[in-house]
């Protein structure tokens, strides 16, 4: 069994949905949880309510917990120092971090005002920048640390009313891939959950009659997984959702490689586009100078067996 005494999780967006399934679960594996939440009053984000995240700091005491609720905006990068500062000077570690604090306004493309952009960008991709920026002295320090950072099926393929969020999810997988090296040398592994649930954020787009089989607690059977030291993961996408897990991982085609300079024109990648595109042949990289290597490496042997 997954055992998390002795260790101290904050989990951002823990007062309600999801983000407060993922609270609980680690407290009931022994966890001590920072249960953070503004208490927006709408998926937007307007509002606050700091009685949300006492509402669940307050769940986990009366379970026999430890918890401490706190109001800090992630989007703030000096509330995320604050609030790791008290942390630290509360419990005297961090070791698990739960990004999941987001918010979502449901617009097209053409609806999208640049303060909706902005919006969403700021909680999701900066939130998490700031809350993993702010722990990871502490974490480096201790030799150890579980990062998990909550991306979005809507930022591999989109949705049409769903434009600046998909962005920003896909944001929040670029900074995970950017920081997983630097993670895994310093005992401190990142990976995403990608996850569906039903939740107020969805309330409308879901089929309510699945609201059961899609909980939110079903998404932190992944989240505890991620969080614990018992995950071997590290750079990873986590899919959950219903009972489902899946791993999420970029390809690229094999395509095609053109030796002569004279041919690298748009008409030979019309003519070849089909093998271009084709699937069934795919590599797949642990970052991006290793996709690039490749050609890096065939461009050398090309030259060496011209001045043979």
């Not at 595109?277 to 795919?282: A, N, V």
Request: hydrophobic share 45%; glycine share 12%.
């Amino acid at each position: 069994m997954i055992n998390l005494q002795g260790q101290v999780a904050i989990v951002t967006g823990a007062g309600r949905g999801m983000g407060r399934a993922h609270a609980l679960d680690l407290a009931k594996r022994g966890a001590t949880v920072v249960v953070n939440d503004l208490g927006a009053l709408t998926v937007a984000g307007a509002g606050r309510d700091s009685a949300v995240a006492e509402s669940v700091a307050g769940e986990i005491i009366a379970a026999g917990g430890r918890a401490m609720a706190d109001g800090a905006d992630v989007a703030s990068p000096a509330d995320t120092e604050a609030l790791v500062q008290r942390v630290i000077d509360t419990f005297g570690r961090i070791d698990i971090l739960v990004n999941n604090a987001g918010n979502q306004r449901f617009l097209r493309f053409a609806e999208t005002e640049r303060e909706d952009y902005d919006s969403l960008v700021g909680i999701h991709l900066g939130g998490a920048f700031n809350m993993t920026r702010a722990v990871w002295p502490q974490m480096v320090a201790q030799g150890y640390g579980r990062v998990v950072f909550t991306t979005s099926q809507v930022g591999f393929y989109g949705q049409v009313d769903a434009v600046a969020y998909g962005a920003a999810k896909n944001g929040v997988l670029g900074l995970m891939h950017g920081i997983k090296l630097d993670a895994e040398a310093a005992g401190i592994r990142v990976n995403c959950i990608s996850p569906f649930a039903f939740t107020r954020m969805v309330v409308d787009l879901f089929p309510k009659e699945l609201a059961e089989e899609l909980a939110p607690e079903f998404v932190s059977a992944g989240v505890t997984y991620l969080s614990s030291p018992d995950c071997t993961l590290n750079g990873e996408v986590l899919i959950a959702g219903g009972g489902h897990f899946a791993i999420a991982r970029t390809i690229e085609t094999l395509g095609i490689d053109i030796a002569d300079p004279a041919r690298i024109t748009a008409e030979t990648v019309l003519d070849r586009i089909g093998t271009i595109t084709d699937t069934t042949r795919i590599g797949m990289y642990p970052d991006a100078l290793a996709a690039v290597q490749v050609t890096f490496d065939r461009l050398a042997e090309q030259a060496k067996a011209k001045g043979a």
